[in-house]
């Protein structure tokens, strides 16, 4: 197992997005919101997939920029993408980002 592995882990059931309740056939008068109830869990599991990027990628800094270049990504993107607000993803950003740019390098 290299240092690297916890990269490559496949995604864990927390990065799953929760799925909706069941409507039920009727409701009862101390029946809590459902619909409110998934909206703060999915809110929940996003905010904590960000925090967990920002855990795992800010620690690349520390390598060199031929290491990180090996790694598939830049130090610049890595630093673009930890400047993003809490509200966008910025593992999804971050690779676009590098999606486009290895787009530009097989021109």
């Known amino acids: 197992m290299s240092q690297y592995e916890p990269l490559r882990q496949p995604r864990t059931e927390f990065d799953k ?5 069941p409507q039920p056939d009727f409701f009862m008068p101390a029946m809590p919101p459902l619909g409110l109830i998934h909206a703060l869990e999915t809110r929940w599991q996003e905010y904590r997939r960000r925090r967990r990027f920002r855990q795992r990628f800010l620690h690349l800094l520390a390598y060199d920029d031929h290491m990180l270049e090996d790694m598939g990504h830049s130090r610049d993107d890595i630093l673009w993408a930890s400047r993003l607000p809490l509200k966008e993803d910025a ?13 530009k390098q097989r021109r």
Request: glycine content about 0%.
């Open 91 to 103: 593992e999804q950003a971050l690779e676009q980002r590098r999606a486009k740019r290895k787009a």
């Open 17 to 21: 997005r929760p799925t909706p309740p």
